[in-house]
């Protein structure tokens, strides 16, 4: 067995879903092995990772919404709130979801379903630059 | 090191939590290793994987409740419903919950708690055919 | 590649977050590998594992407050009572967070993001005895 281990750096447009598969597939694949795990984390407290449908985009709309409804920008709720309104709701979504992924890989393809895309969940309101650790071991 | 990959198979009788710490402990135990770390991941975006108590079966039933509460079925508040009023809530409690897992394997035993228990959380309400993929790294 | 696992064990004082980077990054060191992966696995139901940010405080209080309001403590919501009005919200709170989380190792360190600290969950009110499982591979 062997190991690889990188840094996806990427800028999302804001709060939202930001889909990552093709660029984690792609550098999965520079690596040529067959089998393996790879495993994504992500390098922030107020971003997220979630794999979710990525056939109908009204699923990812409705995700949104659910996470801005259950963690609600309101300052009258929390006691942090040095970086603006929309920062302690973001470390809550955060904690609701996942920093890290793992995907096994089987016969050289991640075992990703037919419907799962990877997906980075940005929960800032203003775009930021965020990085994912991928670090993936196998043959 | 060495590594074993598989896809395990199986049916459930729809929504509800299904344990397959069983199923999952026997194929581990089959390749044979002392040290080492399993993934599971579920290829589904509409049920998902928890670690939970075993024991008091009450548990699973107000885990089931707390998850159909929290987000709930009701077509007013999704805008999507293609596959049915039970699919936007799925994906949710999927989001909420795990898409995959991992468990040192330790002293040739998973370490796994006294009381800990490997579910497949069906959030679906009819039986569905699903497949969760099976990694294992160790010596 | 090689691999290494223990147990950390730890007394926490009741509920709340704890951190245990220190610890973590400390055994991790120990094993002097350049990459690798580290996992860590709660082996309990009722305390779990976060990354939160580890900067200000108020963020720990306020992460406590919005859990412990997402899953009250309130006899009349649950069947499951025998071991006290705090123990099903607290397996509800493990389900929300995490029972499992993996690091990557990068240049000799975990690549946990600046403001970034792993801390255990501890869902139940009375100070307990808790152990963390942990794996690392690499070279």
Redesign the interface.
Known sequence: ???A?D?LSLRTPGRGLVEITGEVEAWTRRQGMQ???L?L?C???SASL????NA?P??R???EA?FAH??PEDPA????D?EGPDD?PA??R?????????????GGRL???T??GIYLFEHRRRPHAR?V???V???
């Not at 979630?50 to 449908?53: D, F, M, N, S």
């Not at 709720?77 to 942090?80: C, D, F, I, K």
């Open positions: 067995m062997r190991q281990a840094i089998t393996g795990l495993t984390f390098r922030h407290t979630l794999i979710q449908e109908a009204e699923v709309t409705d995700l659910f259950l963690a709720r929390y006691a942090h040095d302690m470390h809550l955060a904690a609701l979801t996942n920093t890290q992924l793992s995907i096994p890989l089987i075992a990703l379903g419907w799962q990085e650790a991928m670090h071991s196998g043959d």
